[in-house]
């Protein structure tokens, strides 16, 4: 990002507020711990980029990391390039587009950065070329957000892959499904197993929705497991009563021969 027409200024980090717009709310305490370190060893290397707001305070637009760990390092003030008019939705598209190059991102953080940008009237391929990743990603990422916030919240805590997720797409209003799904996952399936499942259940529910009322009222699955286990129990009994009737006429033969 091209910073050398602005003039940097030392700004006072108790001046510096978060950007209500920023896609990432989760930094690694170690990775920050590290630049706090860098920090104090040689200063601010990169200096962030902030826009002026009302009451002499300012919001960042990039570099919220580096704020975040300047104070840990103890300093009180950072070198910053202020961008004072600026609209909103370039201000948006310059924070989500910096954090999105940046490592530590987790996919749901991403795939919400992609769905803001694309509110601000950026298509897949448009945001495909702004970060360097493929248009297919894109959509893949965005399709996450499809997904009930307690299963975003396990990508988004690295306990479930993002592959394994968008399997569960299809299913993502039947909480019964979804929970067989997220089982296989634990057990150690691949997400192609997973996927395999979830094409399974989605033919299954098909199915179910073209068979006709009366035929599942006639033969529900439950009336048909029990007249095949009368079926059988029946077709063992016959079976049982024939051998004892062999046995019955050996006995007498054998007797009929002692006499």
């Known amino acids: 990002m091209n910073t050398s027409a602005q003039e940097l200024a030392y700004l006072p980090l108790d001046k510096i507020g978060a950007n209500r717009n ?8 170690r990775d920050l711990n590290t630049l706090a370190e860098s920090i104090r060893q040689v ?67 991403e795939a919400k950065a992609y769905r803001q940008l694309m509110n601000c009237g950026q298509s897949e391929e448009q945001i495909a070329r702004k970060v360097g990743k493929a248009q297919e990603t894109i959509s893949n990422r965005v399709r996450l957000l499809q997904l009930p916030e307690d299963v975003q919240q396990l990508v988004a805590t690295g306990k479930l892959s993002p592959s394994h997720a ?39 529910k098909r199915a179910s929705v073209t068979r006709s009322p009366r035929t599942v009222k006639v ?19 016959r079976a049982r009563i024939a051998e004892l009737e ?8 054998a007797v009929s021969g002692a006499e």
């Open 43 to 109: 200063g601010v290397l990169e200096p962030v980029i902030v826009m002026s707001e009302p009451g002499h305070s300012y919001s960042i637009i990039a570099g919220e990391r580096r704020c975040i760990a300047a104070r840990t390092a103890g300093l009180t003030r950072i070198p910053a390039v202020v961008m004072s008019k600026t609209h909103d939705i370039k201000v948006l598209e310059l924070s989500l587009i910096e954090n999105l190059c940046r490592k530590g991102i987790n996919p749901i953080e």
């Open 219 to 237: 033969k529900p699955a439950r009336t048909e497991c029990i007249h095949n286990e009368k079926c059988t129990l029946l077709r063992d009994a």
């Open 22 to 29: 920023n896609c990432r709310l989760h930094f690694a305490e």
């Open 166 to 204: 968008r399997a569960m797409i299809p299913h993502s209003n039947d909480s019964a499904a979804l929970r067989d799904l997220l089982n296989l996952s634990k057990s150690g399936c691949t997400s192609k197993q997973v996927e395999a499942a979830s094409s399974r259940e989605v033919e299954s």
């Open 246 to 253: 062999e046995e019955l006429a050996g006995i007498g033969m």
